[in-house]
């Protein structure tokens, strides 16, 4: 069998994946990710499992539906016996390392890396579980508020910041080791930003680069609250929305800072590539660059994520590999899709994978091969009142919860998905085959009970845990100090020569 090759995973947090039609829009000031996207398959309509951070991410790794991960929510245990990209890979033979977020929650911090460089950004316990039995009351110490929009502008460190900071430094410094050629395995290395995520506070040398930019207005204007559907209202009293007007300068201040951060970010992936190009490890490295979920950055009113709308649940999705030609692929895809599609391209038996994902590999469609099935999505944390659920095929999207009227969206012809046409007679006919498809899969009544009997345990399980000692379940990063640089049990020549490379020159 040939060489392995080694695998990149670059993700981001909450981009838009509207502002990727074919690569970064051209107005963006991100040099690195387009010179990565001419020279990848472009998949530009690609879609998040869920869109919220953990069930999102936990989605995007094992390949399943929340329903399957019972990641339903941010504070939702993701266990130890489900299957991830890094449990097949690292079982097939790779190295497998994390650097930076993946919103693990529960006791296992891993879930198949071998190593993990930094802790994570969020708490992996139970503290953020919505409950179902409340519906319409706010958590205020965790939910989102408008905060982060009515303070966004400029800050040279902030919590965010120093955080990705930390992540770009051990990822150079993982990929220089790697390079060093010690470990003959093939390795995957995971690289989690936790940008452009809000809070919306960028460096300045990042905010001067859109001083004049065109975009700091929302295409779609807010809407009146009556004019909402009802799951946007929702989203809007969680956020607490009605005691927080915002200025046309918040939002444009919010925007400017969240394409600064997208630069900032584009920075941050230009370190992690110019150490693969220095220590000679590009040529044989697929890079897959992809976001957990999206932001409406103000569209049509709304903030943040939570909704199946584009701007919330359409990210970006760049691979470049061998196996895959450069060029836009316009059939949705997800983001389950991407373990099925890292087997494929390693070379390890589909069988096995295929059988614990909901996805499937991208590199039949890659390479001209046609696609029938729907993307799905769930979503059922926080603004919810019961398990949401939706599809897109083709040009449509389909979003159905059982409180809540059904949503049909033609979005080549209504981008801006402003016209629901799951009641006009003309489309009848595809509303109801979306209607059929929900029912055969998804069993809603099960999914609802489900959250629930989830939440009240957690609730329980949290409250008891916050009694006494606390042991958090937080990763806490080590380091050998007795193995880092010159220690007295190693031989000075050796090591000196291992430590570098290219070597002899």
Not at 74 to 94: C, K, M, Q, V, W
Not at 341 to 347: F, K, R, S, W
Not at 457 to 463: A, I, N, S, T
């Amino acid at each position: 069998m040939a060489e392995r090759p080694n695998i990149l995973i670059v993700m981001v947090d909450q981009l838009n994946g509207t502002l990727f039609p074919d690569g970064p829009a051209e107005w963006l000031h991100a040099p690195n990710l387009k010179a990565l996207a001419a020279r990848s398959a472009r998949f530009a309509h690609t879609y998040t499992g869920s869109p919220l951070c953990a069930p999102g991410r936990a989605s995007f790794m094992s390949g399943q539906l929340p329903h399957r991960t019972r990641v339903y929510d941010n504070a939702a245990e993701f266990t130890s016996d489900i299957p991830t990209y890094a449990h097949h890979l690292r079982r097939a033979g790779y190295a497998t390392t994390l650097c930076g977020k993946m919103h693990f929650v529960g006791p296992d911090q891993m879930h198949g890396f071998e190593e993990r460089l930094t802790t994570d950004i969020y708490p992996a316990d139970f503290g953020w579980t919505p409950d179902y039995t409340r519906p319409g009351e706010r958590i205020d110490w965790w939910y989102h508020n408008l905060g982060s929009v009515t303070g966004a502008g400029v800050a040279e460190i902030t919590n965010q910041l120093e955080f990705d900071d930390e992540v770009a430094f051990n990822a150079v410094r993982k990929v220089h080791d790697l390079g060093r050629r010690l470990d003959a395995r093939p390795w995957m290395l995971t690289v989690s930003f936790t940008h452009p995520h809000d809070p919306y506070v960028a460096r300045r040398k990042y905010w001067d680069l859109y001083e004049d930019c065109e975009h700091l207005t929302p295409e779609v204007a807010p809407m009146a609250y009556e004019d909402q559907d009802p799951h946007s209202r929702r989203l809007l009293d969680a956020s607490d929305a009605q005691s927080s007007p915002l200025t046309d300068d918040d939002v444009a201040r919010s925007r400017r800072a969240y394409f600064a951060n997208i630069s900032y970010i584009d920075d941050k992936i230009g370190e992690v590539l110019a150490a693969l190009d220095g220590t000679r490890q590009a040529e044989n490295t697929i890079i897959l660059f992809v976001s957990d979920h999206g932001d409406m950055l103000g569209e049509r009113g709304l903030w943040f994520k939570m909704n199946f709308f584009e701007g919330s649940s359409r990210v970006p999705l760049m691979i470049a590999a061998p196996q895959l030609p450069p060029g836009r692929i316009d059939v949705p895809v997800s983001t389950m899709d991407v373990t099925p599609t890292l087997c494929d391209l390693a070379g390890i038996a589909m069988g096995p994978v295929l059988a614990w994902t909901d996805g499937e590999s991208l590199v039949p469609l890659a390479n001209g091969a046609a696609r029938f099935s729907p993307v799905r999505m769930e979503y059922a944390a926080e603004g919810s009142i019961a398990p949401m659920v939706a599809l897109r095929l083709e040009q449509w999207k389909y979003i159905h919860c059982e409180v809540d009227p059904p949503q049909l969206f033609d979005i080549a012809a209504d981008p801006h998905e402003l016209n629901n046409l799951a009641a006009d007679p003309t489309h009848a006919t595809t509303a109801a085959w979306f209607a059929v498809q929900v029912a055969e899969i998804w069993a809603l009544a099960a999914y609802d009970a489900d959250v629930r009997a989830s939440q009240a345990r957690r609730h329980l399980v949290y409250e008891a845990l916050r009694n006494g000692d606390y042991y958090p379940w937080d990763f806490q990063p080590l380091q050998k100090a007795s193995e880092r640089y010159m220690r007295n049990h190693m031989d000075l020549n050796v090591l000196e020569t291992s430590k570098r490379y290219p070597r002899g020159e």
